[in-house]
C-alpha cells in the first residue's frame, strides 16, 4: 500500500527541475530561503501550513507559507525533514530520497470550488515550477505522510501565522497543532517563526525591489492628494483618490488607510474616513500600497488649506527634527528601541514627551508590521519605518511622519526620499 503511494507520488511529481527553475528565476531564492531552514532544523521536521479560503473574504494566507513557497492563495502544507530522514515502512522513504526533503502538499481544486472561486493552484507543476519544490502532493495524503513522518522524528518546528487576524487562518493553523499534538503526543513542538523571521528580518535585492515599487506608487498617490486636496472635500475621497491611483496599476492597499483631518488626527488608528477637510485643519495620511504582496507604509501631515499656520509649522518641524534624528541613527547592529529613544529625546527636550503614544519603527515587508521585535540588532538588508508623532488632542492638532528606510552596510537608504517631507516641500506640492 505505501509502496503504491510512494511510486504513484513519484511518478506524480518528478520533473527535471534544471529546465523548470530556470523557467522561473524566483524560484531560486525560495529554493535558497528553504535550503538554509533546513540546515538549522537538524534532526527536526518543519511544517508550514497555509489555511483555507473562506470565499467570501480576501484570502490572506501565512506569510511564512509564502515567502518558503512563493504560493499565496491555496490551502496547503510545507513540510521539510533532513536528509536521510527515515519513515517506518521500508517503501515510504519519502526523505530518504534527496529529492524529498522536502514535500508542498496542497489542495486539489475540485468543479465546484472552480466555479466558485476560480482557478487556483493545485498539486502539480504549475506548483513545482513557482515554488522549486520538486515533491508537490495532494493534500490528501498529508496525513499518510505525517504518521510516517512522526514515528521517528520527536522536533516539530510548527509555523502559526504572522497573519495578525485572529478570526483567520491563525485560529484554523493553531487548531491544527492542537491536533497533531493529540495524535503525536511524543512532539515537542517549537515555534518555526525563530527560524523563519531571523529570514525574513533580511530582505534580499528582490525583495527590496518590490517595496521600492510600493513606496513610489505610494508617493505618487500622495503627490496627487496634495494637488487635490482642498477644504470641503471627504476623507473618503482622498482615500478615493489614493485607491484610483493603486487600483490603476493592478496594485492594492497595504492596510486600510488611515486619513484623518482636524480633531481625527489625533486618534491613531482613525479609519472611519468619514468627515469632511476643514480649512486651518491639518490631515494625517498613513497610507501603504501592496506590490507582489510586499508593503510601503507612509505618512504625510498636511494643512487643508495650503499654508501651516504658525502652531501648526512648530510642531511639524519638531516630529520632522525627530524623524530625522531617527533615521540618522539607523544602521546595522541597532535596536528599533534604540532608534525611538533618539527620536522621542528630541521630542522630550522640546517638552512634548507625553504627547508621544506608540513607539517610532517596526519592520515593513510581507506584513506592513512585518515580523521582528524592537530589541533585535538591525542587520543590512532589514527594513524599517520611522514615524515619530506627536498628538495635541486639545489643539485637535496631530503629526506623523514616516518614511520607509532599508538598512544598508554603511548605514541607510530612506526609500520614500522622494515623497514631499519638508515642510515648504508640502505647501509648494499643494500650491501645484
Ligand atoms: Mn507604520
Known sequence: ML???????????????????AANGEAEE???????????????????????????????????????????????????????ARVRGSGSDYFGSPLHREILFLAEIGERERRWNGPKIGPGREAAEISGVEAVFPLRLLDRVLADTFSTANILHFSAASSPRLDGPLNGNLRFLENLRKRFFWLEVRDAGRLIHSLRMVKSPA???KIQKAVDLAGEGIWEVLKQAAPGILESEVEGILGKMFLSRG???????IVASGGNSTILHYRANRDRLQDGELVVLDIGASVDHYASDITRTFPVSGTFSPRQAEIYRLVLKA???????????????????????????AGYGEFVVHGTSHHLGLDVHDVGNIHIPLSAGAVITVEPGIYLPEENLGVRIEDDILVTESGNRVLSDAIPRELEAIESAMSR
Open 3 to 21: 509502496r503504491l503511494l510512494t511510486t504513484t507520488l513519484l511518478g506524480l511529481t518528478l520533473v527535471s527541475s534544471g529546465a523548470m527553475l
Open 207 to 209: 525583495e527590496v525591489a
Open 251 to 257: 496594485a492594492r492597499f497595504s492596510f486600510d488607510p
Open 30 to 84: 525560495f529554493v535558497q530561503r528553504r535550503a538554509q531552514i533546513l540546515r538549522e532544523i537538524g534532526a527536526g521536521v518543519l511544517l508550514v501550513r497555509n489555511s483555507a479560503d473562506r470565499g467570501e473574504v480576501a484570502f490572506q494566507g501565512n506569510r511564512d507559507f509564502l515567502y518558503l513557497t512563493g504560493i499565496n492563495e491555496t490551502e496547503g502544507v510545507l513540510l521539510m525533514a533532513p536528509r536521510g
Open 323 to 349: 524623524q530625522r534624528a531617527g533615521i540618522g541613527a539607523v544602521r546595522p547592529g541597532v535596536t528599533l528601541s534604540e532608534i525611538h529613544q533618539v527620536a522621542f529625546q528630541i521630542i522630550q527636550e
